[in-house]
């Protein structure tokens, strides 16, 4: 069976393609290739950051390889955080501070649009491929939920009242933007 490496240390996001492409390929993350390394985002962009982290596999490892990057993007604040979303209140910070200084900008704010959007980069063979998911929806004025990780508390999909966070795992990951992008990606690799 062909083997691919999905560049990241993150269990769930492996859990999710392996159910997605349900066992047509062999999915593997940086720790079942021995990858210990810290490889840094440096990209001003996801496409970038998502690149940086596949090309850096595939040159040192040479596996065919797939990388992600996600951000948040708020109409009123020009897009960001985006790229920057995980560190928007400083690089030790946590979700909590991230929120917290959203809403700080964001007080008094009418326009409350914002969109999730994660980026996929392939390197397969001598091609590269991109691949994006978009979810469009609103911040809200409090933090509502538990589930999830990141700003889901203070995000509505389009078309719920609910927060990602008071959605749940199950409803999110059905709708999500990873989602959408992780199943274009699979569609691409298992029709290929
Ligand atoms: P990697 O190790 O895979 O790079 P990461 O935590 O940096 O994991 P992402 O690049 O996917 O994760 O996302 C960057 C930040 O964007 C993340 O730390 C969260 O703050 C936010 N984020 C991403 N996806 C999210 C989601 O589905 N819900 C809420 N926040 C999310």
Redesign the pocket.
């Known amino acids: 069976m062909k083997k691919i490496v999905f560049a990241?240390?993150?269990k769930h996001?492996l859990d999710e393609i392996r159910k997605i492409t349900d066992g047509s390929l062999q999915i593997l993350g940086l720790a079942d290739i021995h990858c210990e390394d810290e490889i840094e985002?440096t990209g001003t962009t996801l496409e970038e950051?998502a690149l940086l982290?596949a090309r850096y596999v595939k040159e040192k490892y040479g596996y065919d390889c797939f990388?992600?990057?996600?951000?948040?993007e708020v109409e009123a604040l020009g897009g960001a955080?985006g790229v920057y979303?995980?560190r928007?209140a400083g690089e030790a910070c946590n979700?909590a501070d991230?929120m917290a200084k959203l809403l700080h900008e964001l007080a008094g704010v009418k326009n409350r649009n914002a969109r999730?959007r994660?980026v996929i980069t392939l390197l397969i063979g001598d091609e590269m491929h991109f691949f994006e998911g978009v979810v469009n929806g609103r911040i809200i004025e409090e933090q509502r939920g538990e589930a999830?990780?990141?700003?889901?508390p203070v995000?509505v999909p389009e078309g719920k009242d609910q927060t990602?966070a008071e959605l749940g795992n199950d409803v999110?990951n059905q709708i999500?933007?990873?989602a959408l992008a992780t199943h274009q990606l699979a569609q691409f690799l298992t029709e290929r």
């Open positions: 990241t240390n993150n996001k985002e950051n982290k990388a992600d990057d996600t951000g948040l955080p979303s995980s928007y979700p991230n999730f994660t999830g990780f990141g700003y889901d995000f990602f999110k999500s933007h990873r």
